[in-house]
Nanobody
Framework: QVQLVESGGGLVQPGGSLRLSCAAS????????MGWYRQAPGKERELVAA???????AYADSVKGRITISRDNDKNTVYLQMNSLKPKDTAVYCC??????????????????WGQGTQVTVSS
C-alpha cells in the first residue's frame, strides 16, 4: 500500500509563494505518475499539476506560468512550487498517484483515500 503525506501549506499574502511537498512510501512499484489536486469548500476537486517518473508534466490552464511541479525520484517526493498566489488558489491541496499521466489528469488515481491534504490560504 502506498502512503502519501502532504506538507508545506500555510497562510500567504497575494503574490506570495509556497512550496508543497508530497512524500510517498510503501509499495510504489506500479506508480508512474503523481499529481497535485485542490478542493475549495463547496467545490469539486480539480487537478493542479501532474508529473511522471520521467518528468513529463501537465498543468491546469489556470495555474500555468505560476506553478511548477517537480519530483525527486530518489526521495519519492513530489513538489509543487506555487508563485504569484491569488486568493482563488485558496484550497486544500492533496496529492495522489496513478499508473500514467493521463489517469492522474483524469482523476483515476491509484489511492482511493485522499487524506487530509495541506491547507493553502491566500489572503491579505
Amino acid at each position: 500500500q502506498v502512503q502519501l503525506v502532504e506538507s508545506g501549506g500555510g497562510l500567504v499574502q497575494p503574490g506570495g509563494s509556497l512550496r508543497l511537498s508530497c512524500a510517498a512510501s510503501g509499495s510504489i512499484f506500479s506508480i508512474n505518475a503523481m499529481g497535485w489536486y485542490r478542493q475549495a469548500p463547496g467545490k469539486e476537486r480539480e487537478l493542479v499539476a501532474a508529473i511522471t517518473n520521467g518528468g513529463s508534466t501537465a498543468y491546469a490552464d489556470s495555474v500555468k506560468g505560476r506553478i511548477t511541479i517537480s519530483r525527486d525520484n530518489d526521495k519519492n517526493t513530489v513538489y509543487l512550487q506555487m508563485n504569484s498566489l491569488k486568493p482563488k488558489d485558496t484550497a486544500v491541496y492533496c496529492c495522489n498517484a496513478g499508473r500514467t499521466l493521463g489517469t492522474v489528469v483524469a482523476g483515476r488515481t491509484a489511492i482511493s483515500s485522499w487524506g487530509q491534504g495541506t491547507q493553502v490560504t491566500v489572503s491579505s
